[in-house]
């Protein structure tokens, strides 16, 4: 069985963040991710575009 998990937020309040919490959000996500792989349970973790950028 497999799963799918998806954080989302509202833009604007990452944009809000400090530096210092942006820097904090970042390397606590990606360390979450590096512990999945080495467990073995990720497939992929992918950002998805800015609502400034993207299309639909």
């Given amino acids: 069985m497999k799963y799918v998990l998806l954080v ?5 309040d990452l944009y809000a ?3 210092k919490r942006a820097a904090r ?3 606590d ?6 512990e999945l792989e080495r ?3 990720l497939i992929i973790a992918q950002a998805l ?5 993207s299309k639909s």
Avoid: C, I, M
């Fill in 49 to 53: 575009q800015s609502v400034k950028t």
């Fill in 17 to 19: 963040l400090t530096p």
């Fill in 8 to 12: 989302y937020g509202e833009e604007k």
């Fill in 39 to 41: 467990q073995g349970k």
């Fill in 25 to 27: 959000l970042d390397a």
């Fill in 29 to 34: 996500s990606l360390a979450y991710d590096r």
